[in-house]
């Protein structure tokens, strides 16, 4: 099986073609550097969640695009087999769990986050809703400055295409994330 880094790179190799951008663009438009995007291309790099979004919003494409394996037949993610994107200012990771097949608009992530730095969400794309149920641990989620605190089995929805964050307040917090595109 392909793994995340080849998977990332032939991805936004293709998406950046189809786009008919240059690296330098792409990179000017994502407010990141061409070094990441060639190093992300050439499959060197280990992006984080919030070059990977910046670079969907640039290209217009969704997070999951990215991270998202060809899929044939029934699939069965083990707890132990999980690689998720980290976060490159705080202890947090998302794992796309299963994204939106064609015609379909949703992404399914698992989040696991520990106490620190929160995680500051910029906008997404227009109409994203996030809905998010807390698995363990304990979290502040949803807009920025009118985050919820949430325990186990809470579920809380928000508009996605604001500031929003993620600020786990216990150890081992999991969630798990459904970020819906209308």
């Known amino acids: 099986m392909e793994d ?4 990332i790179a ?9 786009a008919a951008l240059s690296v330098s663009e792409l990179a000017r438009r994502a407010g990141v550097s061409k070094a990441t995007v060639s190093q992300l291309e050439s499959g060197a790099g280990n992006p984080s969640v919030e070059t990977l979004w910046a670079l969907g919003v640039a290209l217009d494409v969704p997070f999951a695009v990215f991270v998202d394996p060809p899929q044939s037949g029934p ?11 980290p976060s490159s ?3 947090y990771s998302a794992t796309l769990l299963a994204a939106s097949p ?3 608009r949703r992404d399914l992530y698992l ?7 929160a995680r500051r969400s910029d906008p997404h794309h227009p109409g994203t809703i996030e809905h998010v149920v807390l698995i363990s641990g304990q979290a502040k989620v949803g807009p920025a400055g ?29 969630a798990v994330l459904i970020s819906e595109l209308r």
């Open 102 to 104: 064609p015609g379909a």
């Open 4 to 7: 995340l880094r080849t998977r």
């Open 146 to 174: 009118a985050a919820a605190l949430l325990n186990p089995g809470d579920y809380l929805t928000y508009p996605g295409d604001a500031p929003h964050v993620f600020e786990a307040t216990a150890p081992s917090t999991s």
């Open 10 to 18: 032939r991805t936004l190799r293709r998406e950046r073609e189809a």
């Open 89 to 91: 200012a705080a202890a």
């Open 111 to 117: 989040i696991s986050a520990e106490p620190g730095e």
């Open 75 to 85: 699939t069965l993610i083990r707890r132990e087999d999980l690689s998720g994107v």
